[in-house]
């Protein structure tokens, strides 16, 4: 019986302890946004067709005029962001862990992505003239199971890095991608690849 009671009383602490501690984040009041300003785009090829994330082999950037098979390519964005620390209101609280506790806030993003639009200035192939959208032809290798379009319609955080792959083969070797990535807040970020040749049969 003491033994159930000393179980009891154990359970009764871990209880209250939880339920004094702040946030998810741990870090009571702080909270970490980022935001960003600018992105930047490199042509990528891998050693072997990618098929998903799970490629090992870390890719190469493209050199000048250098052919590159349509399933070995990715354009590679990364974006340039600020990190900010919020600090909000304290709410009435009896926090026993809040000076056991090290602090590591999530950082969220203050921006949301609308919409990417991915377009060629040279003709893809008879379906896929020179300007059309083509976001529909890419995928997220983060997302391998979705095109770029279906991918922007999710409401999701601001892109802090995005991989797009080609999902088919480009009947014309010559393509000179231009990808646009609209934010919530107005901003349209506009990336030119420049020329990218790829290996046709």
């Not at 964005?77 to 900010?84: E, L, R, S, T």
């Not at 059309?132 to 922007?152: K, T």
Request: with cysteine; glycine share 4%.
């Amino acid at each position: 019986m003491f033994r159930n009671i000393s179980r009891a009383g154990a359970l009764c602490v871990v209880a209250l302890l939880s339920s004094c501690g702040g946030n998810d984040s741990g870090c009571g009041d702080v909270r970490q946004e980022y935001i960003v300003d600018n992105y930047t785009a490199s042509l990528v090829r891998y050693d072997e067709p990618i098929d998903d994330l799970s490629i090992a082999k870390a890719p190469k950037l493209i050199v000048n005029n250098e052919n590159v098979a349509w399933n070995m390519f990715s354009v590679d964005v990364k974006a340039n962001f600020q990190i900010y620390t919020v600090k909000h209101q304290p709410a009435v609280r009896f926090n026993l862990l809040a000076q056991a506790l090290a602090c590591s806030p999530k950082v969220h993003a203050k921006q949301a992505l609308s919409k990417i639009s991915i377009t060629s200035a040279n003709t893809f192939n008879d379906s896929y003239p020179a300007g059309s959208e083509l976001a529909s032809l890419f995928a997220n290798l983060d997302y391998p199971s979705l095109n770029v379009s279906a991918l922007a319609n999710l409401s999701q955080p601001a892109p802090r890095w995005l991989k797009l792959k080609l999902l088919e083969a480009p009947q014309y070797s010559q393509q000179n991608f231009e990808v646009q990535i609209s934010l919530n807040d107005g901003n349209v970020f506009i990336l030119k690849t420049g020329d990218v040749y790829f290996t046709v049969p």
